[in-house]
């Protein structure tokens, strides 16, 4: 397992298109325990391997209390959509940063889990938020996406310059 870095808006990287996973292998099990990691530690309720510069279509999610319900989602593809919910989104990418965002309700998603298997997940609520954040990422989107141009250029200047405050220092 190993601390992962996580890409920051508006590095082009956030853009790439993830590609499918032909084979779960030991590789892609190392990878989704040190996505898990990174997870945590940051903190944050989800990672897609896209934001630590992987283009494996890869997800962990956990948004359980005591984190302690890690979910993992490989080649997530969603089949059913139903409904609207607006809530506030925060992102790994986008650090201190929050918006409201439209998605969808309610979701079925059929994906591979941690061991390569088939399987089907409903979810509602803010696991729906998550997937759908995340699938947005292996897609080369982030939630700014959906903001005003405006505040999409003045929240990237903003992140342009903290970055260069860090490299700085
Ligand atoms: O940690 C995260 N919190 C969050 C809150 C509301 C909606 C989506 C998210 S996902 C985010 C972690 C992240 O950036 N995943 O890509
Ligand atoms: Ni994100």
């Keep these: 397992m190993a601390l992962l870095d996580i890409l920051v808006y508006p590095d082009p990287r956030l853009r790439d298109i993830a590609q499918k996973v032909d084979a779960v292998t030991a590789i892609e099990q190392e990878l989704v325990s040190s996505m898990a990691e990174t997870m945590y530690a940051a903190p944050g309720i989800g990672l897609a391997a896209i934001q630590v510069g992987v283009d494996k279509r890869i997800i962990v999610i956990d948004i359980s209390e005591y984190r302690d319900d890690l979910l993992v989602l490989i080649n997530p593809e969603i089949t059913e959509q139903d409904g609207v919910q607006v809530s506030e989104e925060g992102c790994l990418s986008v650090p201190d940063i929050y918006a409201e965002v439209a998605r969808a309700e309610k979701i079925t998603v059929r994906h591979l889990d941690q061991s390569g298997e088939p399987a089907v997940l409903s979810a509602g ?45």
């Design 125 to 169: 609520g803010l696991l729906a938020v998550c997937i759908q954040h995340e699938i947005d990422h292996l897609d080369g989107k982030v939630f700014v996406d959906y903001l005003s141009r405006m505040k999409q250029s003045r929240i990237r200047k903003k992140l342009l310059k903290a970055g260069q405050q860090k490299s700085a220092a």
